[in-house]
């Protein structure tokens, strides 16, 4: 069981250029979310989706793009790299219902370290 | 903005029980309280969640308040595994919520 994956792990980018973050669960989860954490900082919620079709904003949106095609995966597209995107970002996933199988813990991926230059 | 406060940073010795305060003064009554933990740049680990009754599992103890504004996370015999950064969050576990990550407690563990 692989749980929560992303890739790449880690990135180089130079300013302008653009890049995606893949993210995917095979737990049959309908949430998913993406996360930066600065150095030092908390988590951030950038984006999250509840099930494939639909996503929605989180506390710092502007400059990453995303979509959910399929409940498996949940990809984060950085248009224009800008030094400020340089991060770690975090995926995470978990049972958005109230099954039995709902106990509403996120499944976090490893990180994907992203340095722009 | 988050719902729940805790304090920046918090020291216990090694052997010693370790408890977390957290705030959540606005919860609704379907939030449930969850705590995490993330040790170095390591993803957050799920550690405990509950509704308003005390709850236990292997890892730790969770203390919630009666009127559910606060709540404690024990650990009970810390070891120095156990520094990390400890994150209380509240969420219903249904669709639409916004999980919110406070910066946490940053908890040192003192040989």
């Known amino acids: 069981n692989a749980g929560v994956t992303q890739t790449p792990k880690f990135q180089v980018l130079k300013t302008g250029q653009s890049m995606t973050l893949q993210c995917a669960q095979d737990m049959n989860h309908e949430y998913m979310s993406w996360y930066r954490q600065d150095p030092g900082m908390g988590l951030r919620l950038i984006h999250y989706?509840?099930?494939?079709?639909?996503?929605d904003q989180g506390e710092v949106p502007n400059g990453y793009n995303v979509s959910r095609s399929t409940t498996e995966d949940f990809p984060l597209r950085l248009l224009s790299a800008a030094p400020s995107q340089t991060s770690v970002y975090f995926c995470a996933s978990s049972y958005a219902g109230q099954g039995l199988a709902d106990t509403g813990e996120l499944f976090f991926g490893e990180g994907s370290r992203l340095t722009v230059l | 903005d988050a719902k729940t406060t805790q304090p920046p940073s918090m020291d216990c010795a090694e052997g010693r029980a370790a408890n977390l305060p957290c705030n959540h003064s606005t919860i609704s009554g379907n939030e449930y309280v969850y705590w995490y933990r993330q040790i170095h740049s390591q993803g957050p680990q799920y550690i405990i969640h509950g509704l308003k009754n005390n709850e236990t599992n292997e890892m730790a103890s969770l203390i919630i308040t009666e009127d559910r504004k606060s709540s404690t996370l024990i650990l009970p015999h810390a070891t120095l595994r156990d520094t990390a950064v400890y994150y209380c969050i509240v969420r219903v576990t249904y669709r639409d919520d916004k999980i919110i990550f406070g910066k946490g407690t940053r908890l040192h563990i003192l040989p």
């Open positions: 989706s509840v099930g494939a079709g639909i996503t």
